[in-house]
């Protein structure tokens, strides 16, 4: 049975679970031949399952949601990430120390989807994002606006953009972080979702079972031998950019964000990402508290 | 299914009212000549919305051009600044300090047959390096803010222009520089009575191709960083929430100002080589 | 024959000439020991057939082309520094007006580099439209004018300047018999009247032995003069001198002449 | 060969100018680097410290030449690191995409000087879809052949060929336009059919435009193709190559793609030159 | 008169001929009622001073231009009908080579178009290069020869498939005396072993005389005929012939002819 899957970001260890299922043929072993398709910034993964490019989609809750309310039934089928790695990271020369410091700064943020959590926090802490209390900057995909220092802040994920950070020199005592999850902003980050129609067909939903245990099965081989992991999404990386040191330190930050899931939604995980979506200010991001947007149904069937 | 059998018999309608219409005496008038044109693009809209709805297609892969109108109509606002931070920021600056660098830039090289042959061939190099590549370097350099747009813009006008002037320096004929020589006519008499108006054609053909260029270039290095506001932020951002009817307007913006654009040019061309061939039609 | 004319030095003065374009197909002897020399004063014509280096030796006098050997002087100066000096006039084969100017704007051009005054200019393109006949097409553009027209503006822009040398390259090769005869006329009187020294270049014999105190029979590949005739014919000429048995005479001289030279060629 | 002392002469004032730039652009980095740690660098120590630094804003010369060549003949081209691999990658769809450009621009030309309302209506329209942003719709593009279906190399080709047809288009107008009335009335004199018009006269003398638009459409389909590139996941390629060089902040990286993009689109054009050069000069009409 | 010649019906008859182009400026009365019949064999010149309409009324026989009044027959077809009969060989007033084709490829062309066979066009470009004296530059291209050559390159083309009717635009105007007058003969040759009918503009007085069994003299603005002369000179004609009573007596009239449609315009 062929599945494909759509990742929502380049090869890297972030996405080690699948490549893990595939390298040591946990796919194979529930008879599902699983083709990975890499994304990167002009893949919106809504889009590709939108256009029948993809089985299953590895995405935000935020965005995913978003979608669900234009009208793209998606539905969260399992959740192997359960803490979010996002958070803001400063250079301590810009004089900000806490949250309150914000105002009068730029930010870097990542849009195309991944902004939500942002606005939704600059709400809470009620800076206004045109201008008048923070300047907003759309980051590109590197870590340059911080290092040019066009930006206080810059956007980054505890395994990845971070070490970059370091990498290019600055000490981790000349930076301040700001963890999501340690302000209480958090949101769901890589989930797994599927059309909602095709869903209601129980082959189709059946193949997702076989999925979703093989690609758990994936994550916790990765969690406990995290070197190896990351060696296996090195082989996988096509563009031969990735490097070792990095994906292993990667591997390592991402152990700890899947670490306390068994791949079922948490479903107070759940309520608090909507939550938050919905306060998001003048312009939330969803209006009204979605429908039959996730389900346990197919945890269910993988993890007994 | 009944509407792609209607838009398919429109479109067999229009493009027979089109042969008919140019070839009456209509076209000889300014509006049949735009009439054709037009009824061309009201053939693709209605062949677009016809097939859209008709083979269902979802409105996050492909909107109907209703519904872009639809959003083209509610956020004006937020279009008309997208429009003002990246054409006329961006993509306008550019465009002038990059014209204007490459035309002074053929005069200066153009006593120099050395600089010429040398600069020439290095110049075409540079302009092959592709944007995708240059704009994460100059939005590095010059900040998230229009400069590096129209840092982007002037690296993407420059080359076009500076080729075609330098071309257009050499264009004009043997006999009407020889006219010159016996006159006994300075270097810059012979340059501003002579050479330059000869070279006009072709300064507007690199001027011609630079605007559509401009635009590219300012709206595409707006995805390697931006403030929040802009044509290509809007883009991304957009597609990240599936707003794809919002795209589409944006896109509907830059296309209706890069052919306004470039129609300007081509108008001010008319103006000033009215006396060339090409034109006299 | 009329040394009167030469009232002093030369005008022009070619001792041995040669002139060797390098070409991709090897070198092209296009003047080959071309010895030549004009009084003040005279009116110069070079017949010969196409190809045989009268619009080459034009050039020469007006430094556009440079000998590759031989010595040229032009008022005892260089041909460059003659140019420098504004010396000529110079009508090519084609009238080559500039088309982003309207005929009067033509005319004003070489007005303009040589910095007449506003009000001179205008004076003197009214006058030489009238001389050519084309008073009123002042503000047409070149391709509104026929091929006539057009040649006869470019001759206007020519006198214009009042350049002591006038040479002319074929000039009235587009024109009818009719316009042509006017315009021989009005050529004649205007050197009559001015004592300018004129080149003439054309491939009608009658032309040639109409207007000239002197004509150059060419020969092609490598050009070379074969022939000088110095014209008895007097200064004042109405057309139907071209009857008389002294003209025939001469043109028979001149048709010999240029059969000579076609022997190798045709 | 007078062009090559030229050439040099100003690759030489570049290479200058950029080194001068490397230190002046690197330079806020090493004094960062230095109030971090709490020294003073002179300038001796300057120069060598913003000339060889791994995230450089501007890396000097000799690290891209050095990337280059390590990246291109230092490894098998099979490799995922070998930019040979990467531009192989690209020049594929570049070809496959001109080849569609270029048939489609010529066909659509012909369609323009044979028909009124092709003409009268086509034209406009062409110059409008080339002031679409094709960076924001390629991906569009790319989920809509996926839901039909197509994918691989045609969509990147695809891409490609947008951008290549353009100038095909107005080139060949302009050529096939550009036989004079007189010419045309010989053929009528013989009772020429339209076809035999187009391939006596139209197309031989088209030749000369239809060479030079073709050199601007092969480097605009390279642009194509690595645009192409970014939205099918940017597995391969050197618009892969860019983008994760970007990514991953390596400067260098993303620097010799570049130029290895810049010099296969010479090499491109170059061969459509020589290509000119023998036709033109079978078809007499170079001299 | 040599009313001989007319063996049968007119091959070209035009009655009350208008033609009136409509341009930007308003419209341009380019020839106004025009009769005119030419007999089979008949070799008629036409006159007049640029821009009187010769060119546009060979392009009406040719069925390039459409006459906007009277009526117009070639072989009593109209003239379309006569053009996809195949019936002109046309020359024109610049060479117009094709410069991707060599000389021979350049002749070729017509006789590809109108299907004759390979040996056949072989054979035939062969002999026109030799009429015309251009035999060994087949290989060559239009741009390594002389403007003359060209010329003689063209009148070949339009040659070598035998039409019944040749018209001939100015065909010599770019060379000189000495070729022209040996190109004369050969048309005149050329003519009296075909019996082709020939229509031949030029600006030349003695050659429309020499050439012509009819002389047709138009006059411009709204160009028209003013005077059609039937030429009573014999079919043979040696060059001398030019130096007859006869000769200068019809050039006397040719000549009046053109002066009186010249005054109202230069
Ligand atoms: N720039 C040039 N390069 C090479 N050869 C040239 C050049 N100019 C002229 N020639 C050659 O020099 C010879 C003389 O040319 P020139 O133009 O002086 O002839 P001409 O007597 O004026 O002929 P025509 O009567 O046709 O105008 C010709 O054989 C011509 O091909
Ligand atoms: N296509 C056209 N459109 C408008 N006017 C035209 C056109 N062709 C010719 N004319 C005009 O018609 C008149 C006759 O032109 P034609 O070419 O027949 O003159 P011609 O007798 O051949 O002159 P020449 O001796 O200069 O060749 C001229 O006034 C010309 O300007
Ligand atoms: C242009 C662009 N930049 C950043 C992200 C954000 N993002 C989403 S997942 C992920 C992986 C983290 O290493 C990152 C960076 C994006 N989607 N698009
Ligand atoms: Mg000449
Ligand atoms: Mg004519």
């Known amino acids: 049975e062929d599945v494909t899957l759509q990742l929502k970001w380049v090869t890297q260890a972030q996405f080690a679970g699948y490549y893990v299922a595939q390298a040591k043929g946990f796919y194979e072993e529930e008879g599902l031949n699983v083709t990975i398709l890499p994304g990167g910034p002009d893949v919106a993964p809504t889009q590709v399952i939108a256009g029948g490019g993809a089985d299953v989609v590895v995405d935000w809750m935020p965005s995913a949601l978003a979608a669900r309310e234009k009208g793209l039934a998606l539905v969260n089928i399992a959740q192997p990430f359960k803490s979010s790695g996002m958070m803001l990271t400063c250079l301590k020369e810009s004089g900000v120390t806490s949250p309150a410091d914000f105002k009068g700064k730029t930010l870097g943020v990542w849009f195309g989807g991944n902004e939500y959590p942002f606005l939704n926090w600059m709400n809470k802490l009620g800076l206004k994002t045109d201008g008048t209390d923070v300047t907003v900057l759309k980051q590109g995909f590197n870590v340059d606006p911080l290092l040019q220092k066009q930006a206080a802040c810059i956007s980054t994920m505890t395994y990845n953009e971070y070490w970059q950070v370091i990498d290019a020199g600055v000490k981790p005592e000349d930076l301040i972080t700001f963890k999501y999850e340690d302000e209480g902003v958090a949101t769901l980050e890589d989930g797994l979702y599927v059309m909602e129609d095709k869903l209601a067909d129980p082959a189709f939903a059946e193949k997702m079972v076989k999925f979703v245990r093989a690609s758990m099965k994936g994550w916790k081989y990765a969690e406990a031998n995290s070197d190896e992991a990351a060696m296996i999404v090195l082989e996988n990386d096509e563009t031969g950019a990735q490097t070792e040191t990095h994906q292993k330190r990667m591997m390592g930050e991402i152990a700890k964000l899947t670490a306390g899931s068994n791949g079922a939604l948490d479903e107070a995980d759940y309520k608090r990402t909507v939550a938050a979506l919905m306060s998001g200010g003048s312009d939330p991001v969803i209006t009204k508290e979605p429908e039959g947007a996730w389900t346990h149904a197919i945890t269910d069937a993988a993890l007994n | 299914m009944i509407w792609v059998i209607l838009s398919l018999a429109f479109w067999a309608g229009a493009w027979a009212a089109n042969v008919r219409l140019s070839h009456s005496a209509m076209v000889q008038s300014r509006a049949g000549r735009l009439a054709v044109p037009a009824l061309f693009g009201v053939t693709i809209l209605v062949v677009w919305e016809g097939m859209v709805r008709g083979l269902g297609v979802p409105g996050v892969i492909l909107p109907p051009p209703s519904a872009i109108a639809a959003r083209f109509g509610a956020e004006l606002p937020t279009l008309w600044a997208d429009f003002r931070q990246t054409f006329v920021k961006g993509a306008l600056s550019g465009y002038a300090i990059g014209c204007g660098a490459a035309f002074l830039t053929a005069i200066a090289i153009d006593r120099s047959p050395f600089l010429q042959r040398g600069l020439l061939p290095v110049g075409n190099f540079v302009a092959a390096l592709p944007i995708v590549g240059i704009a994460p370097i100059l939005v590095m350099w010059f900040g998230f803010d229009w400069q590096s747009k129209a840092a982007v813009v002037v690296v993407m006008v420059f080359f076009p222009v500076l080729v075609n002037t330098v071309a257009g320096l050499a264009a004009s004929e043997r006999m009407q520089r020889d006219l010159m020589a016996t006159w006994g006519a300075s270097y810059w008499q012979s340059l501003l009575k002579l050479r330059l108006p000869a070279a006009m054609p072709f300064v507007f053909n690199g001027l011609k191709i630079a605007t559509t260029l401009a635009l590219i270039g300012a709206i595409v290095a707006e995805f390697f960083g931006s403030p929040i506001v802009g044509m290509g932020f809007r883009i991304t951002a957009e597609v990240g929430r599936l707003g794809l009817d919002m795209v589409w307007a944006e896109i509907a913006v830059a296309a209706l100002a890069g052919s306004a654009f470039y129609g300007l040019v081509a108008l001010i061309e008319r103006r000033v080589t009215f006396w060339h061939p090409s034109q006299r039609v | 024959m009329k040394d009167t004319l030469n009232k002093d030095a030369p005008v022009i003065e070619a001792k041995g000439l040669n002139l060797v374009f390098q070409t991709a197909d090897g070198p092209v002897h296009a003047l080959k020991d071309v010895n030549l020399t004009v009084g003040k004063g005279e009116f110069v014509s070079f017949i010969g057939p196409s190809g045989c280096g009268k619009t080459t030796f034009l050039r020469c006098v007006a430094a556009l082309e440079h000998p590759t050997g031989g010595s040229l002087t032009v008022n005892g100066m260089t041909p460059d520094q003659a140019r420098q000096a504004r010396a000529y006039g110079y009508v090519f084969q084609a009238a080559g007006l500039y088309p982003w100017r309207t005929i009067a704007g033509n005319i004003r051009l070489p007005l303009e580099i040589m910095g007449f005054s506003r009000a001179e200019q205008e004076e003197r393109i009214e006058r030489v439209l009238e001389l050519v006949e084309l008073g009123g097409f002042g503000k047409k553009f070149p391709w509104q004018l026929s091929g006539g027209m057009q040649q006869r503006a470019s001759i206007a822009r020519a006198l214009a300047f009042d350049a002591d040398i006038l040479l002319m390259d074929e000039p009235f090769g587009a024109l009818d018999e009719i316009v042509r005869d006017r315009l021989n006329e009005e050529v004649l009187k205007l050197w009559a009247r001015t004592e300018k020294t004129i080149g003439f270049v054309t491939h009608s014999i009658p032309e040639a032995v109409y207007l000239s105190t002197k004509i150059v029979v060419m020969s092609p590949r490598p050009g070379r003069i074969t022939d000088i005739i110095d014209s008895p014919l007097p200064k004042e000429r109405p057309l139907d001198i071209r009857d008389s048995r002294e003209f025939i005479e001469i043109a028979h001289r001149v048709r010999e002449g240029l059969r000579a030279g076609h022997g190798d060629e045709v | ?287």
């Open chain 4, 1 to 287: 060969m007078n062009r090559v002392l030229p050439v040099l002469t100003v690759i030489g004032v570049i290479v200058a100018v950029w080194y001068a730039a490397t230190v002046w652009m690197n330079r806020t980095w090493v004094y960062d680097q230095a109030a971090r740690d709490g020294v003073e660098v002179s300038f001796a120590q300057l120069v060598p410290a913003t000339l060889n630094q791994e995230r450089p804003v501007l890396p000097a010369p000799h690290q891209v030449v050095t990337e280059l060549v390590k990246s291109t003949f230092g490894m098998k081209v099979t490799s995922k690191k070998s930019l040979v691999y990467h531009g192989w990658v690209t020049l594929s769809a570049t070809l496959l995409g001109f080849a569609i450009g270029t048939g489609a621009g010529v066909l659509l030309a012909v369609g323009i000087i044979h028909n009124r309302a092709m003409d009268l209506s086509v034209m406009p329209w062409a110059i409008a879809s080339q002031t679409i942003p094709i960076l924001a719709i390629a991906p569009m593009i790319i989920v809509v052949l996926n839901s039909i279906g197509v994918q691989g190399l045609l969509p990147k080709a695809i891409i490609s060929a947008y951008l290549s047809f353009f100038p095909v288009v107005v080139g060949m107008v302009k050529g096939l336009r550009s036989p004079d009335a007189m010419q045309l009335d010989l053929l009528r004199t013989y009772n020429a059919t339209g076809s035999e018009t187009f391939a006596k006269l139209r197309l031989p003398s088209s030749m000369p435009y239809l060479f030079t638009s073709l050199k601007v459409g092969i480097a605009a389909s390279l642009v194509g193709a690595i645009v192409g590139e970014l939205p099918t996941g940017a597995v391969a390629g050197l618009g892969a190559r860019l983008l994760s060089g970007s990514y991953y902040g390596q400067t260098v990286q993303i620097w010799a793609a570049l130029f290895a993009a810049a010099l296969v689109a010479a090499a491109l054009v170059a061969l459509v030159g020589v290509i000119e050069g023998r036709v033109l000069r079978r078809m007499g009409m170079a001299r």
